[in-house]
């Protein structure tokens, strides 16, 4: 509609009509004291008449007036608001008329300048916040994640997280987000860069303790039955305080994660040894895979945090994977610095959660095929396809 009005910027106007035009103005302006509804409702339509034939500068003068006003006709705001940004401008960033409705029509329907002043709104609801993601242009979506009046629901951040993988923008400013949950930071992590990395580690990783501390017996009834029930042994295995795989020692040539390390280290990692290393630790060889090939190297800091190797033993893994330890010697690697920084700040438990969870999540077995074929077909999704967090993750950072 903005441009709809542009061909009708500076029609030719007459002392009458510009005087008929404040007067018009001044009673839709009126305080509901003054004024009954039903003549402020008139005088809004007989004023929307005569903007579809005035100009850029009537429009403006409209807008300028009626931008404190909460009273006045939304159908008349919501044609102000639509008009170019230069009329739009005074309601879109003053007016608190608008109801979520109304905020919704304005963005799908004007321009990317009306809707970053949208996103500069204070206090804008869920409602709103969605349709503006879902318009997805990225400058704008920057611009209300910066907004900290701005509040978002879980499907809309849902959103985002997937659609920071493509824009790697967001994810600085949806690690500041305290609408983010854990979830969608260790699934983030994986595309991250190194700052958002870093906060996702130290400020979103949960220590568990409560639940070790309230679950405690339920180990026991769970040894009692020989671990029989899937359910509770996935679920305890999130939840326990050991890391290691005490079972896989005895079945490993390796007398220790530390010996397979150090075997890395001198013969170079191979899919063999980078198997056993992901056993002796307690993960499922998809989860070692995706650590062992992290570009940026933080996700080896947490293993070897969450396993309980020494910060030598992270040099050895790294020198493992052919990186360089050292620019020139003497002189540490700056990757290499940050990975062996991240491994000091991070707390055991901490770093045991995070891994747990990536263990518990990448491992998923969901296939996005199945569930694609089962909607084609008319079919109902799984519940878990369509509600665990842990399958969530697993299409985040596997399925595209």
Avoid at 94 to 120: G, K, N, W, Y
Avoid at 168 to 197: N, Q, S, T
Avoid at 286 to 292: C, P
Wanted: aromatic share 6%; charged share 25%.
């Amino acid at each position: 509609m903005a441009d709809a009005t542009e061909s009708n910027k500076n029609p030719p106007s007459g002392i009458a009509q510009d005087a008929l035009l404040r007067r018009i103005l001044d009673v839709v302006s009126m305080p509901a004291s003054r004024i009954p509804p039903q003549d402020r409702q008139m005088a809004g339509d007989i004023l929307l008449d005569m903007l579809f034939h005035v100009g850029e500068r009537e429009r403006r003068l409209c807008s300028v007036r009626l931008a404190g006003s909460r009273e006045a006709p939304r159908r008349l705001l919501r044609y102000l608001a639509q008009s170019s940004i230069q009329v739009a401008r005074p309601l879109l960033e003053e007016s608190d008329a608008f109801d979520d409705c109304d905020l919704a029509d304005i963005i799908r329907l004007t321009t990317p300048e009306h809707r970053m002043v949208v996103a500069r709104r204070r206090n804008l609801s869920e409602a709103v916040t969605a349709v503006m993601v879902d318009v997805a242009e990225p400058p704008v979506v920057r611009e209300i994640l910066a907004n900290r009046t701005a509040i978002f629901a879980e499907m809309t951040m849902d959103k985002l997280i997937a659609a920071s993988r493509d824009e790697p923008g967001y994810c600085l400013l949806l690690v500041d987000r305290i609408e983010l949950k854990p979830a969608h930071a260790m699934a983030m992590f994986w595309w991250a860069d190194a700052a958002a990395r870093r906060k996702i580690l130290t400020r979103h990783a949960a220590e568990r303790q409560e639940m070790i501390a309230l679950c405690s017996d339920v180990f026991e009834m769970a040894a009692a039955e020989g671990w029989q029930d899937p359910v509770v042994r996935k679920a305890l295995q999130m939840i326990e305080r050991r890391q290691r795989n005490r079972g896989a020692i005895e079945r490993s040539p390796y007398d220790s994660l530390e010996d397979a390390v150090k075997s890395a280290s001198v013969t170079g990692m191979d899919a063999k040894i980078a198997q056993e290393i992901g056993y002796l630790s307690g993960i499922k060889p998809v989860t070692a895979a995706k650590i062992l090939s992290d570009p940026g190297g933080e996700a080896l800091a947490v293993l070897c945090k969450a396993t309980g190797l020494k910060r030598d033993y992270l040099g050895l893994l790294w020198r493992a994977l052919e990186r360089p330890l050292e620019l020139e010697p003497g002189v540490p690697h700056p990757r290499f610095s940050l990975v062996a920084e991240t491994y000091e700040v991070l707390s055991v438990l901490k770093a045991q959660t995070t891994l747990r969870y990536w263990n518990w999540a990448l491992s998923s077995a969901y296939s996005p095929a199945a569930l694609r074929h089962a909607q084609s077909m008319g079919e109902p999704a799984n519940e878990e396809a369509e509600f665990s967090t842990a399958q969530r993750t697993a299409r985040l950072v596997f399925g595209r």
